[in-house]
């Protein structure tokens, strides 16, 4: 049986985008690995209603929800190609199985890769952390740093600062130019350069940074912009379009959420960039409405 749609992933964009589908009573499956972005952080802030729930029972509750529509189907597994085009799309699955869909929505979100710091992924996620949203509120009101990959990290500083004063590590990359050096200084950001060698546990809760040889930097919680690739081999497979932002390539999408191949749709982090769960849920919803409405011009 050829479903409506095929959801590659089933964290907030996808479930989001599975449950406009499921009561447009379209039949949908959500192919997921358990994998979710956010599972290193204990708990989610910021999202309207679930302020400091963890983000895997705010999940799991989205799935039970979803299993009471008849028409939704999960499989816990993974999509390892997508053949086919438009009303008659293939998906090979991790377990073997060929599942034939109209449309198919990528919903995969990001892998971060961090930095190479000795003892920065061990804290990624506790004390670690990608976004002052999400997170600053609990560990703001005191120092805290960014770690610079990019050139980026000093706009990134500045937004940091409103939750405490700042630290920005330039390890390694180039000094911020004359216009952004006059705004971190106008927010009251401290510049540290140098490499940073390593992070560890500091007194108090603190996390230390090290620069080198010396006294090392005390913070509350060290901020940082990973690169962040794809959780798929199918946008490369299919050659689709791309988009360049301040943490990699993301794919390009038309204002419907539908990618540059006819008939498959990207949501969430993948599509829009920003790692917030709010963002990705919204972006979730619109791509399952516009998928339908796309179901439906096809039938007329």
């Not at 992933?9 to 989001?16: D, K, M, T, V, Y």
């Not at 400091?52 to 008849?70: F, K, M, N, T, V």
């Not at 932002?245 to 008939?263: A, H, N, R, W, Y």
């Amino acid at each position: 049986m050829t479903e409506d749609a095929i959801i590659v992933g089933g964290g907030f964009a996808g479930l989001s985008a599975a449950m406009q589908l499921a009561r447009a009573r379209r039949r949908v499956t959500v192919l997921d690995t358990g994998l979710p972005r956010n599972r290193f952080a204990a708990h989610a802030h910021g999202f309207l209603a679930q302020d400091g729930r963890p983000g895997l029972d705010i999940l799991a509750d989205a799935r039970r929800q979803l299993a009471a529509y008849g028409t939704v189907t999960f499989r816990d597994t993974e999509a390892e190609r997508l053949d086919g085009d438009i009303d008659a799309f293939s998906v090979l699955t991790g377990d073997g199985e060929r599942i034939a869909a109209r449309r198919v929505l990528l919903a995969t979100g990001f892998e971060d890769r961090l930095p190479d710091v000795a003892g920065l992924a061990e804290r990624w996620g506790k004390t670690v952390l990608h976004c002052p949203y999400c997170h600053g509120y609990e560990v703001g009101g005191g120092p805290m740093g960014v770690l610079a990959r990019t050139a980026d990290a000093a706009r990134f500083a500045t937004i940091v600062s409103d939750w405490g004063g700042v630290t920005l590590f330039t390890n390694g990359t180039a000094e911020p130019e004359e216009e952004a050096l006059a705004l971190l200084e106008r927010r009251n950001v401290t510049l540290r350069p140098g490499r940073v060698t390593a992070i560890a546990d500091g007194p108090d809760g603190m996390l230390s940074v090290e620069t080198g040889p010396g006294i090392p930097t005390l913070v509350r919680a060290l901020f940082v912009m990973p690169e962040a690739r794809v959780r798929s081999a199918i946008p490369d497979d299919r050659a689709l379009a791309r988009k360049e932002t301040p943490i990699g390539p993301i794919i390009k999408t038309d204002e419907t959420g539908q990618t540059s191949l006819p008939g498959l749709y990207a949501a969430g982090d993948i599509a829009i960039g920003a790692g917030n769960i709010s963002f990705a849920s919204a972006d979730g919803v619109k791509a399952g409405v516009m998928l339908h409405h796309s179901l439906i011009v096809a039938a007329n």
